[in-house]
């Protein structure tokens, strides 16, 4: 079994920053990519931006050089640095984990975190 939780979101003023977190734990020998989505009221959860376990990453158009993805292998977190937030940033934010929890790692499953709200607003 794992386990994701989030932490750092937070209201913040357009133009600000916020620094979230995800901190996996449990049953863990490998983890491959890490992401982050995010869902806003009303609408479908959306990709904001993965990482893989080399440190390749990707960004949805709306995010991209404003956001910055990062991951600790060793720690099993992985970390979503917004700048220049906008209010259409509003949303609640969770990551996701590939997992695998043998060293064959043919298999991985997907894991969820809680989500943590992120309110961009004057």
């Known amino acids: ?4 939780v989030e932490s750092g979101g937070g209201l913040v003023q357009p133009g600000g920053s916020l620094r979230l977190s995800c901190a996996a734990s449990g049953r863990i020998f490998r983890i491959d990519a890490m992401g982050w989505y995010r869902q806003a009221p009303g609408k ?4 904001v931006a993965t990482i893989t376990r080399g440190g390749t990453t990707n960004y949805s158009d709306s995010v991209k050089g404003r956001f910055t993805i990062s991951r600790d292998n060793g720690k ?3 970390y979503l640095q ?3 937030l906008k209010p259409e940033d ?3 934010y969770y990551c996701k984990m590939e997992v695998c929890s043998g060293p064959l ?3 991985t499953n997907a ?3 809680q989500g943590t709200q992120v309110t961009v607003s004057s």
């Open 76 to 78: 099993n977190m992985v």
């Open 1 to 4: 079994q794992v386990q994701l």
């Open 90 to 92: 509003t949303a609640v």
């Open 44 to 47: 479908e959860r959306e990709f």
């Open 82 to 84: 917004m700048n220049s």
């Open 105 to 107: 790692c043919l298999d």
């Open 111 to 113: 894991y969820w975190g």
